[in-house]
């Protein structure tokens, strides 16, 4: 059985600085290409940021320079650090583990994260 379960998440001041985690089992998070994502109340959920199986990442303007995404292999985890916080990525944040070509997707149960300013 697959699972992926995301922590860190918390409340924090504006200017703060959060790690964020999703650990995976039942498959090996290094094959997957593997997102970050966050939803707002009235928002979609939206990416944050992604990590490929190669180590190639990607990240959405807003949190270009403040987020990084990063993976540890040995741990089946993959990250995301975020500093320099602000009220507007307050959100529930959620991991999603993707392989395009077996048609999978799988997801956390997500983390909120609030930011105060």
């Known amino acids: 059985q697959v699972r992926l379960v995301e922590s860190g998440g918390g409340l924090v001041q504006a200017g703060g600085s959060l790690r964020l985690s999703c650990a995976a089992s039942?498959?090996?998070?290094?094959?997957?290409?593997v997102g970050w994502y966050r939803q707002a109340p009235g928002f979609q959920r939206a990416s944050v940021a992604t990590i490929t199986s190669g180590g190639s990442t990607n990240y959405i303007d807003f949190v270009k320079g403040r987020f990084t995404i990063s993976r540890d292999n040995a741990k089946n985890t993959v990250y995301l650090q975020m500093n320099s916080l602000q009220p507007e990525d307050t959100a529930v944040y959620y991991c999603?583990?993707?392989?395009?070509?077996?048609?999978?997707?799988?997801w956390g149960q997500g983390t909120q994260v609030t930011v105060s300013s």
């Open positions: 999603k583990a993707s392989r395009v070509e077996l048609i999978v997707d799988y």
């Open positions: 039942g498959i090996t998070l290094s094959n997957y290409t």
